[in-house]
């Protein structure tokens, strides 16, 4: 299994312009989420599924549209890209089946700058 | 929205010294997560608590859940350099599927 896939690696983008995050994994989990990491800092989570077709809010939602289509793809979109939006990108993924099974798998991880 | 605050937010420290870092929230939460993060990588999970009170090792890492579920702590017995890394926790929300991420201790461990 190659886990959580994540493209590109890196990416430059002019401020307002658009792009698309990809984030795929093989594992058959049914939530996947995405999150943002300022430098020093944790995790805020952006976006979040809990299966095919549904997605909800999370804390930091604002600038950015994500959807579900199929169990393995969660893509996230960037429409005007500010330099607020500057950070490194995560996609995880788990299978929520039991309160105590819900470890996280992370991709490698999306640094975009936005100049 | 439920906070998760940890302490120390760096820490330098020798190889062989013992360290102890804090997770503390207002929140109750189902259970709670200690991630170690290195740089360029995700969060890899190294831990899961779920009873309050409960004590987990892991080879020199003992990770402790607060009786009320609120606040956890990880120490760690004689350091050593590849312990390097950025510990998190994370919180799981009761009735919902998503974690709420602390901002992590950055530890260093000088040989």
């Known amino acids: 299994n190659a886990g959580v896939t994540q493209t590109p690696k890196f990416r430059i983008l002019k401020i307002g312009q658009s792009m698309t995050l990809q984030c795929a994994q093989d594992m058959n989990h049914n939530y996947m989420y995405w999150y943002r990491q300022d430098p020093g800092m944790g995790l805020k989570l952006i976006y979040y599924?809990?299966?095919?077709?549904?997605?909800d809010k999370g804390e930091v939602p604002n600038g950015y549209n994500v959807s579900r289509s199929t169990t393995e793809d969660f893509p996230l979109r960037l429409e005007l890209a500010a330099p607020s939006q500057t950070s490194v990108y995560f996609c995880?993924?788990?299978?929520?089946?039991?309160?105590?099974?819900?470890?996280?798998?992370f991709g490698p991880g999306t640094r975009l700058t936005v100049l | 929205t439920q906070l998760l605050e940890q302490s120390p937010q760096f820490l330098s420290i020798q190889e062989g010294e013992n360290l102890t870092v804090y997770c503390n929230s207002s929140?109750?939460?189902?259970?709670l997560q200690w991630y170690r993060q290195e740089p360029g990588e995700g969060p890899v999970l190294l831990v899961t608590v779920v009873t309050g009170g409960e004590v987990k090792k892991l080879k020199r890492l003992t990770f402790q859940f607060g009786d009320a579920r609120k606040d956890s702590s990880l120490h760690i017995t004689a350091a050593q350099p590849g312990d390097t890394g950025l510990y998190l926790c994370a919180g799981k929300d009761t009735n919902a599927g998503k974690s709420t991420f602390g901002d992590g201790t950055t530890l260093t461990v000088k040989p």
């Open positions: 995880a993924s788990s299978l929520l089946v039991l309160p105590d099974s819900t470890e996280q798998f």
């Open positions: 599924s809990v299966g095919a077709g549904i997605t």
């Open positions: 929140s109750v939460f189902s259970s």
